[in-house]
């Protein structure tokens, strides 16, 4: 029943970030609450509040639910996070800085660790703002590779082309460049962008300078691109920048697409050498248009696993029943029974766990002498990187899910290696039969030999 009832309310998580040049006005304050209710917004993240720490009470009348801020001034700075009241939320920790522009915070959503980053960004070329966010971060993380939502006012153009309606021809700020360093170290992806990868729209308009730029972003793991259905961005009312929104669909934990590895013991199996034999006769025979699956090899490695756990569990059921025979008679006989069958037992299960040892992952190994926390977390990030986020197929949509990825990657090589010829055999030799193709006479041979000899001998003497 608990569950049921979850899924009503948990079924979209909705999230926006919004810069709103002030919530001092009452009218204003209002409006932008309001705005956010109809929205039905679960997670709301606001940059320049100036609002006062002993003014943060004017939020907590019209918004009921969990508020973390960091204080500006009266008329400059202040982010805030607010969290609908309905949502499973527990924090477990979070951090504010002194300028009113950060607040960190490691929550609990549904069940998942997700670390919470609001900011508003210096419009100033300040690239210490990104390495203090970073050291945050990971501050918060603790060792644990948390997947991260990313959100709020940059105050930074990352493409000058696409990302303002009068391109800029302006150097780069070393802010930008710290920034999408650090996305990468922590795995960050925009994921506005990533939905319309050539498509220009924006968040912000200066009416001084006419112009419209996009400077409000979410950065998001690529572990939770799989929950994320869409991001838009809104019009710009009440401020002068517009609302940014991502919704997502319940959050689960992201599952790994597993790497199938050869299993290299079945080489010392001779009932799966001769099974591979006859495979590979079988395919020189039919010469198969497509290259042979791991099929037979998959179904033999199945079917051994079986025995041996059906092996196993005969065995734990003859060693119960010799053990009670024990203890009812306590003589060598049945002894010697016993410990013969406890070493079958032993033996196979000792051959078992070799083999998983050798097979174990390497996020699972045991700190020696030198391999610390510090190689083990390397060893995290770098799996991180390693996986494709989105892909975009030949129909031009985008997948982001693990498994609709591997299905993009298998239709392509399947449609890049299959011949669009639908002539057969027959059809093909009847085709080439017929054609006159010149030939080379012996006499041309041996000259076009000769000089193939002259020019390895040249080469051979240099």
Request: proline residues 2%; charged residues 25%.
């Amino acid at each position: 029943t608990t569950q049921r009832q979850e899924s009503v309310w948990i079924k979209k998580l909705k999230i926006y970030s919004w810069n709103v040049k002030g919530l001092g006005h009452l009218v204003k304050k209002k409006k932008i609450i309001s705005s956010l209710k109809t929205k039905k917004c679960d997670i709301a993240y606001l940059q320049e509040t100036h609002l006062m720490e002993n003014e943060i009470i004017k939020l907590h009348k019209d918004w009921v639910g969990h508020i973390y801020y960091a204080s500006g001034s009266s008329k400059s700075r202040g982010v805030a996070i607010l969290i609908h009241k309905k949502l499973q939320f527990k924090c477990l920790n979070f951090f504010t800085d002194n300028n009113g522009r950060m607040v960190v915070l490691k929550a609990e959503v549904q069940g998942i660790e997700i670390i919470f980053a609001n900011i508003y960004a210096p419009n100033l070329d300040d690239p210490s703002f990104c390495s203090e966010l970073e050291y945050k971060i990971l501050q918060l993380q603790n060792s644990h590779i948390l997947p991260i939502i990313l959100g709020g006012d940059f105050n930074q153009i990352i493409d000058n082309i696409l990302d303002c309606n009068v391109p800029s021809t302006t150097r780069r700020r070393k802010a930008v460049e710290i920034m999408q360093n650090v996305s990468h170290d922590i795995n960050l992806v925009d994921v506005w962008r990533l939905m319309n990868l050539t498509v220009r729209d924006y968040t912000f308009y200066s009416a001084c300078h006419k112009v419209y730029t996009r400077i409000d972003y979410f950065l998001i793991s690529q572990v939770l691109l799989p929950s994320v259905e869409s991001c838009d961005i809104g019009p710009i009312l009440i401020s002068d920048h517009a609302q940014v929104g991502v919704y997502m669909s319940t959050l689960v934990r992201s599952e790994k697409s597993l790497r199938w590895r050869f299993n290299n013991s079945l080489l010392k199996d001779t009932a799966f050498i001769g099974l591979m034999k006859r495979e590979i006769d079988l395919f020189k025979e039919t010469n198969l248009s497509s290259a042979p699956s791991p099929g037979s090899i998959l179904q033999y490695a199945s079917y051994k696993k079986k025995m041996k756990n059906k092996d196993l569990q005969i065995l734990e059921n003859e060693v119960t029943v010799a053990e009670k025979a024990y203890k009812m008679n306590m003589s060598n006989d049945n002894l010697h029974q016993l410990l013969q069958l406890k070493y079958k037992y032993n033996t196979l299960l000792s051959q078992k766990i070799e083999f998983l040892l050798l097979r174990a992952r390497q996020k699972h190994f045991e700190e020696g002498d030198k391999a610390g926390s510090m190689l083990a977390n390397y060893i995290k990030q770098q799996e991180a990187q390693s996986v494709i986020p989105a892909i975009c197929d030949y129909k031009g949509e985008i997948h982001t899910s693990p498994k609709s990825i591997n299905r993009a990657f298998e239709e392509f090589y399947q449609n890049l290696y299959k011949s669009e010829s639908s002539a057969t055999k027959e059809e093909i030799e009847f085709f080439l039969n017929k054609l006159c193709l010149p030939r080379l006479s012996n006499t041309q041979k041996n000259i076009f030999d000769v000089f193939l000899l002259l020019a390895s001998l040249r080469r051979s003497s240099q």
